[in-house]
């Protein structure tokens, strides 16, 4: 597509000896390089970096990062994201001496305050799950997913039960399935019923003595909470079968809903959705994983562990546990800013996250649901989902559409097309900490772009420096790197 702002690369703005520093007259004896680095292990010829000065550079990035949309500059209410505003002090908090200079090869005993910060936020992991025991290792939310149904095979092998099917709703992420069969599972698809929820009828049909894994999201990707939830779960374990929660969508029931009440028996957490870790630019992101009792022997090991004498170590004494699925012990830059928000929020604070997310979510969609019907429910949890399927009927313009010209008024699009179950969807989440001004703007803005030409809607957005790239080969051949001309 046309560039109508193109940005010069680094390497081609770079001027060979501008970025050379000067340094004063040598005052100590001169060392020769093949002193201090023998030639073997130098390469031959130095780096090709580019060569700028600091104010180049600067202004570079500064222009760049101006080009995108970002939560800093743009409402972001991109749907089952959860893309929520990261408050600034985590960052600072995250980048002492304490926290980023630690590294993971040192020994216990010099790692005793990440250690027990690690340990802690394990506990309130559990707690808000109202589950017993949590793996801090895995690296992203469909990571957990991988590493839970580990558990739960693990589980199953060492109760001698041979059990190979995973079912997923049809609103699931896709995640839920791919995680499945990556761990050795055959997935089977349940559909929902005319309100959004899981057809009971179907999954009764479906579970039988093959049947390891349900894996429901609630609240939903349809911005519902499942009331039968409680049944799904008696059902399952009618014929010892596990119920897996995933939780991406815990900002809606944080501190109000605890998982393990609702019979889910693993799930979860997206630290990087709900707990406000930096999201976006794809990471980094972290997936802990919360289990029942019967289930903690078989976490990955190793996990944070106290002793009686009150000291923090890395328990690896876990004879029945899958295995490690992460270097060292995950993320921890990611899971140090989830302490410092469940930290900051405290118990009461994290109950005023979801409902705030929740009011904000049915604010929205009361003032634009009239122009973009919601097929299911009439109040949401923390995400509702509209159809653009009217005006694409009446008008030919598409939910793609929709999400281009966002772009033009200053507004991240929301997530379309998913889920899969509504057609010309466009997912909407405000997050709780949106304003109501801007939830207003924003809704202003949906409905002057329902009014607008769609000679306009098809050719948005017309002010971003690209318009409308070809997903399917920016996808699938992505320009990644560049080759610097010889010097
Ligand atoms: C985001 C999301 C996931 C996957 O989480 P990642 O951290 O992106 O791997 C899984 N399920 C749902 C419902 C999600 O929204």
Avoid at 177 to 192: D, N, R, Y
Wanted: glycine share 8%; proline share 9%; charged share 20%.
């Amino acid at each position: 597509m046309h560039n109508p702002h193109p940005v010069p690369l680094l390497f081609e703005s770079s001027r060979p000896g501008r970025a050379t520093a000067i340094f004063p007259k040598l005052d100590v004896p001169e060392v020769s390089l093949d002193a201090l680095i023998p030639a073997g292990f130098r390469d031959e010829a130095p780096p090709e970096l580019p060569e700028l000065s600091e104010l180049d550079v600067v202004r570079h990035y500064t222009n760049l990062s101006t080009l995108n949309m970002s939560i800093d500059a743009n409402f972001y209410p991109l749907g089952s994201c959860t893309m929520k505003y990261n408050p600034k002090r985590n960052e600072r908090l995250a980048n002492f001496p304490g926290m980023a200079a630690q590294h993971p090869y040192q020994s216990e005993s010099t790692l005793q305050g990440l250690l027990a910060i690690l340990y802690d936020l394990q506990s309130y992991l559990a707690e808000i799950a109202g589950l017993h025991a949590v793996s801090l290792q895995p690296a992203a939310g469909a990571h957990g997913e991988m590493t839970a149904l580990l558990v739960a095979a693990a589980y199953f092998r060492d109760r001698g039960e041979k059990r190979t099917k995973v079912l997923v709703p049809d609103s699931s992420h896709g995640t839920n399935p791919a995680s499945a069969t990556l761990a050795g599972f055959e997935v089977q698809t349940i559909k929902s019923d005319a309100r959004g929820f899981v057809d009971l009828d179907e999954l009764k049909k479906n579970i039988d003595g093959q049947t390891a894994v349900f894996m429901i999201t609630n609240p939903s990707t349809v911005g519902l909470f499942d009331p039968q939830v409680g049944e799904i779960a008696r059902l399952l374990h009618e014929k010892g079968a596990l119920l897996y929660l995933d939780g991406a969508n815990m900002n809606a029931i944080l501190g109000v809903v605890r998982p393990g009440d609702m019979g889910a028996d693993l799930m979860h957490y997206n630290p990087h959705k709900t707990f406000s870790g930096p999201h976006g630019g794809g990471g980094p992101g972290a997936g802990p994983i919360a289990v029942r009792d019967f289930l903690a022997p078989y976490l990955p090991a190793p996990v944070v562990a106290k002793g009686p004498d009150q000291t923090y170590r890395l328990d690896y004494d876990r004879p029945k546990s899958i295995g490690r699925v992460r270097a060292f012990f995950g993320n921890t830059g990611v899971l140090f800013r989830a302490y410092c928000y469940i930290r900051s929020q405290g118990p009461d604070g994290l109950k005023n996250v979801a409902k705030h997310a929740v009011l904000n979510a049915n604010y929205l969609m009361s003032l634009v649901k009239d122009v973009y019907p919601v097929p299911y429910g009439d109040r949401c949890m923390h995400e509702f989902v509209a159809t653009a399927r009217g005006l694409a009927k009446e008008r030919g313009v598409r939910a793609m559409d929709i999400a281009k010209r966002l772009l033009d008024y200053g507004y991240h699009a929301p997530t379309v097309y998913f889920p899969l179950i509504v057609p010309e969807a466009l997912m909407v989440e405000p997050t709780e900490t949106e304003s109501r001004e801007t939830l207003d703007a924003f809704a202003k803005a949906l409905l002057a772009i329902a009014q607008e030409s769609p000679e306009v809607l098809h050719d948005a957005p017309l002010n971003t420096p690209v318009n409308r790239p070809d997903e399917v080969t920016a996808a699938r051949n992505p320009i990644l790197s560049w080759k610097p001309p010889a010097r």
